[in-house]
């Protein structure tokens, strides 16, 4: 098993930044892949960025590409969301998944962006950005 929780969300003006994190714990979080979702009210949930159990390949969903960074940490069991040049419609609530995989497992293709390769869930934080 493995626990996600996010922190990081808050309230920010449009062009402005966030850094939203996310700590796995339990089993060791070195073999799984990481990502994040986001829902906005009255909308389904939707795939935003994931990040290899290595680190080294990373995919985006085309409305965040150049504007959110997502790494992560292994020493510490965490990922993160950089999130540049905030925008009103980037309102929602992020989640934190992960994914088991096997080593050297290449992030690409676009079966990361659905919800069903993910096994783990965090409750999400939520990032509010104001016009």
């Known amino acids: 098993q493995v626990q996600l929780l996010e922190s990081g969300g808050g309230l920010v003006q449009a062009g402005g930044s966030l850094r939203l994190s996310c700590v796995a714990s339990?089993?060791?979080?070195?073999?799984?892949?990481m990502g994040w979702f986001r829902q906005a009210p009255g909308k389904e949930r939707e795939f935003v960025a994931v990040?290899?159990?290595?680190?080294?390949?990373?995919q985006y969903a085309d409305s965040v590409k150049g504007r959110f960074t997502i790494s992560r940490d292994n020493f510490k069991n965490m990922a993160y969301l950089q999130m540049n040049s905030l925008k009103p419609e980037d309102t929602a609530v992020y989640f934190c998944?992960?994914?088991?995989?096997?080593?050297?497992?290449?992030?690409?293709?676009?079966?990361?962006?659905?919800?069903?390769?993910?096994?783990?869930w965090g409750q999400g934080t939520q990032v509010t950005v104001s016009s």
């Open positions: 998944a992960a994914a088991w995989v096997p080593r050297g497992t290449v992030i690409g293709g676009p079966t990361w962006a659905f919800q069903s390769e993910y096994d783990y």
């Open positions: 990040v290899s159990r290595s680190g080294d390949s990373t």
């Open positions: 339990g089993r060791s979080a070195s073999g799984i892949a």
